[in-house]
């Protein structure tokens, strides 16, 4: 009996004291969602919308307000890339990267940032020095390595230093890293094959013969089509550039529309590989 009555005045108490809880837990996220700044929320809004000047003078005076917001400022940094500010995206990851108390996972993403940023703009050198930073780093992960592993092959084909794309796309595959849009073999069967055109500008037969054997190797139908032009070229010895083939007719890239009299295996444009096709009229 006593039992019986210690648990009638207790179950009413926690069931009190649970119906309170929720209640202020209820109070408690609807007074957090009050606190998050208009600026965000509105920022967001213009970015579902493709509206990114708005989003990026939103997100510009939030990240001003918390100067310690280090995800505000990628995100403004980086819809000042997609806009074309290249200048102003380096501007806010340069002065994000140096908050005295930046944690090694935010200061992670904000060096990809600056290397996107520096690429974008050219910045080659700028580039390569934060990006192999990363990579050389033991406490940054395999994925961000990867990341800019990626990037810094991206380098090596705008600067046509073939061997170090090469290089670095070997090391990306050997770390199960992605290509992206293109899969491993017909980025090294193009890249042997560019290393092949370079041989045979500087009248090096042999070497040009070793790059197309290399890219053989690799099973990927675009190469393929590629080596046996370059090996017909060879023996009527042609040795104009086969990057390009003449063609009586307009192409276009089949990912970014660049249209051009010419069949390029790397588009000049969006340097996408085997993207070209005759274009729609």
């Known amino acids: 009996m006593e039992i019986d009555l210690v648990w009638l005045l207790v179950l009413p108490l926690l069931f009190a004291l649970g119906w309170m809880t929720a209640r202020y837990d209820r109070g408690q996220q609807r007074r957090e969602v009050r606190h998050v700044p208009q600026d965000i929320l509105q920022g967001l809004s213009a970015t579902l919308s493709d509206d990114f000047q708005s989003a990026t003078d939103h997100l510009l005076c939030a990240a001003r307000s918390a100067p310690d917001s280090t995800e505000l400022h990628r995100a403004v940094g980086n819809l000042y890339r997609k806009r074309g500010l290249i200048d102003r995206a380096i501007e806010v990851h340069e002065s994000a990267i140096q908050h005295p108390e930046m944690r090694d996972q935010d200061r992670t993403g904000l060096m990809l940032d600056l290397g996107r940023d520096y690429l974008a703009a050219g910045l080659f050198d700028r580039a390569e020095l934060v990006l192999q930073e990363l990579v050389g780093d033991d406490s940054v992960s395999d994925t961000n390595k990867n990341a800019a592993r990626l990037l810094l092959m991206n380098i090596a084909q705008r600067t046509r230093d073939w061997s170090q794309a090469i290089g670095w796309a070997q090391a990306i595959y050997e770390h199960q890293g992605s290509f992206g849009a293109h899969d491993y073999a017909q980025l090294m069967g193009h890249f042997y094959c560019e290393v092949a055109v370079s041989a045979i500008k500087s009248n090096r ?51 970014c529309g660049f249209r051009s009299q010419q069949t390029y295996w790397q588009c000049p444009g969006c340097h996408h590989w085997d993207s070209f096709a005759a274009a729609k009229s």
């Open 205 to 255: 037969a042999d070497d040009a013969r070793i790059a197309l054997s290399q890219a053989e190797k690799f099973a990927s139908p675009g190469p393929w089509k590629r080596v046996a032009l370059i090996r017909e070229q060879m023996n009527y010895a042609q040795t104009n550039n086969a990057q390009a083939a003449d063609t009586q007719h307009l192409t276009a890239c089949k990912v």
